[in-house]
Nanobody, 124 residues
Framework: QVQLVESGGGLVQAGGSLRLSCAASGRTFSGYGMGWFRQSPGKEREFVAQITRPGGSTYYADSVKGRFTISRDNAKNTVYLQMNSLKPEDTAVYYC?????????????????WGQGTQVTVSS
């Protein structure tokens, strides 16, 4: 498994931007597909975005498409989530996760490793 640590969360006004980072250690980072999920109080954890291995294709939830961008830097063992045009409904704890599965997956149980989460709060 790989160890994941998220950072970059915080409080931002609606319409603002944040960039989340997820630093990985332990195993070969490039051998993992990387995803971002989020969870709001009283709601189930939901898929936000994924960047696959090995080709780096990206996939997004409809709710964030066009506003969020996932990217990875294999040299730095880091995956990023650039979040623009933030809305109050984006408020959640954001989790980074890693999967050994090839191709796209938004299925939580197909992700083997998880970070501890970082809080994002968007005020109206």
């Amino acid at each position: 498994q790989v160890q994941l640590v998220e950072s970059g969360g915080g409080l931002v006004q609606a319409g603002g931007s944040l960039r989340l980072s997820c630093a990985a250690s332990g195993r070969t980072f490039s051998g993992y597909g990387m995803g971002w999920f989020r969870q709001s109080p009283g709601k189930e954890r939901e898929f936000v975005a994924q960047i696959t291995r090995p080709g780096g294709s990206t996939y997004y939830a409809d709710s964030v498409k066009g506003r969020f961008t996932i990217s990875r830097d294999n040299a730095k063992n880091t995956v990023y989530l650039q979040m623009n045009s933030l809305k109050p409904e984006d408020t959640a704890v954001y989790y980074c996760a890693a999967t050994r599965k090839f191709g796209a997956t938004a299925v939580i149980y197909e992700y083997d490793s998880w970070g501890q989460g970082t809080q994002v709060t968007v005020s109206s």
